[in-house]
């Protein structure tokens, strides 16, 4: 092998290498972006992907989806003063901002937070788009 062959040589193996590691980084990217996807998904994450449009808005409407049968046993009127009384809608209220299922407590305990091992998501979807109709009575 001539050694003036050797930059030439070098560049080819230069370009496999970079063709190689961008083939790989979009595959990643590809990847990343499914899992997120999937993730959204999984947790209910994207507001966007909760359709609301047969979704009854008042809040009895939530007894039905599991509120008092999953809920009530500990959010009784009468239980520590601090939890919320489910049965109650003044009470629910102290927990919500009406129209932003996302800046209210109430959804985002029973979503992703300490009362989520309690709710379905027949019930996160009820409150989510009771709260976000405006969380009327
Ligand atoms: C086993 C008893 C139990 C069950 C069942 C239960 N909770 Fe709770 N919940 C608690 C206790 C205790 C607290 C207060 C301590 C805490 O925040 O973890 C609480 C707190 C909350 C809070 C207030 C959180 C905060 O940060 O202010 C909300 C909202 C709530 N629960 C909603 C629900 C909903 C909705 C359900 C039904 C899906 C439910 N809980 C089921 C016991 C329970």
Redesign the pocket.
Known sequence: MQLNHLPIIFIILLAGVVSCTDKKYSDIEKKIATQGFLLQIATNSNSASIDCSSASTSFSSLSTA??SS??S???VSGA?K???D?SSYASVMT?VTAGIPTAS??YT??NS???SA??DST?TKA?FCWIKAGALE
């Open positions: 599991g509120l999953k809920c046993s500990c959010h520590q601090s939890i919320v489910t927990k407590v109430f305990a029973i937070g300490s009362m309690y709710a019930l409150v």
